[in-house]
């Protein structure tokens, strides 16, 4: 039995390493690209791994509304690349960013999302959340992830 623990321990270990050292990675620069190459970079890591990442998250959001429209796009079904729920999560980020996007179309689009939209549970709660976020002007400190607000416009 303890030989048993003993190899499990062993196999978690080295799965951990390989997590860490070979996992999704962005591209160094990744900071500096424009909105397009960053969301392709982060399509690229998706597809390889699924892993959503944190920082592509902040990075494409802190390109603020044309992020924001763009993801509304992915929402609608208009825009493929990016998974729904990703395009979901970054436009909560851009209104938690501080940027204002109730004057847009994105309150009405997320709306008839989760008024109408068959899929998952997961896409319709954030699709919540980020309404519930717009509607409210809700915002924080320095953001999401505390690099500040980003570029609304």
Not at 21 to 39: H, M, N, T
Not at 114 to 125: F, I, L, Q
Request: net charge neutral; aromatic share 6%; charged share 20%.
């Amino acid at each position: 039995m303890d030989e048993m623990r003993a190899a499990s321990s062993v196999l978690l270990i080295s799965v951990l390493f390989f997590l860490v050292g070979c996992g999704p990675r962005l591209p160094g620069d990744f900071e500096r690209l424009s909105l397009a190459q960053k969301i392709d970079a982060y399509e690229a890591v998706l597809d390889s791994s699924g892993i959503p990442l944190e920082r592509a998250r902040g990075g494409i959001s802190m390109h603020g509304v044309p992020a924001a429209e763009l993801m509304a796009q992915v929402v609608a079904g208009r825009e493929t690349g990016l998974p729904r729920t990703e395009a979901l999560v970054i436009i909560q980020y851009v209104q938690l960013r501080g940027c204002n996007l109730r004057a847009t179309q994105i309150p009405n689009l997320l709306q008839q999302f989760v008024e109408g939209h068959p899929g998952s549970d997961a896409e319709r709660r954030n699709a919540q959340y980020a309404l519930d976020y717009i509607l409210n002007g809700r915002s924080l400190p320095g953001g999401p992830d505390g690099k500040g607000a980003g570029a609304c416009r």
